[in-house]
């Protein structure tokens, strides 16, 4: 996604590029890409000039997004979610401790842009030594 913010309104790109550019399996980048474009926060367009491209704004895209499209509600204990009935939950004293974490987590990401990342990885990009592989 941060590689998507960073060239936003420049290009699409190929799932296969995009696996190259981040050295992940191609296969993997298909299958987030799949999950991204379900959840809204990625286009795809087939063709010559087709490719995948951000659905919004990168500054309207936060993490807590992406990581909830591709795993599911952010928790730290599988309690604290909604889909969960544990029969010793009115008796727990540790579920409030983890839903307090799981939502203080969330509320970080969620403070989180995919266009702070881009910029995050840009200014990376700047700093780093330049690679001389053969």
């Known amino acids: 996604m941060a590689r998507l ?5 420049d290009r699409s790109w190929r799932s296969a590029e995009l696996a190259k550019a981040e050295s992940i399996s191609p296969d993997y980048v298909a299958q987030i890409l799949i999950i991204l474009k379900r959840a809204g926060l990625v286009n795809s367009q087939r063709g010559m000039q ?3 491209t951000l ?3 990168p500054a309207a895209i936060s993490v807590a997004e ?3 499209a591709a795993e599911g509600p952010i928790c730290l204990a ?3 979610t909604q889909r969960q009935n544990c029969e010793r939950l009115s008796l727990c004293v540790t579920q409030s401790v983890w839903s307090g974490a799981a939502e203080a987590l969330k509320t970080y990401f969620a403070a989180i842009s995919v266009r702070q990342l881009a910029r995050q990885a840009a200014e990376l990009e700047q700093t780093a030594p330049p690679l001389f592989e053969i």
């Open 55 to 57: 659905a919004r704004d």
């Open 66 to 68: 992406i990581i909830e």
């Open 5 to 9: 913010a960073h060239t936003h309104a």
């Open 78 to 80: 599988p309690c604290t």
């Open 50 to 52: 087709g490719g995948f």
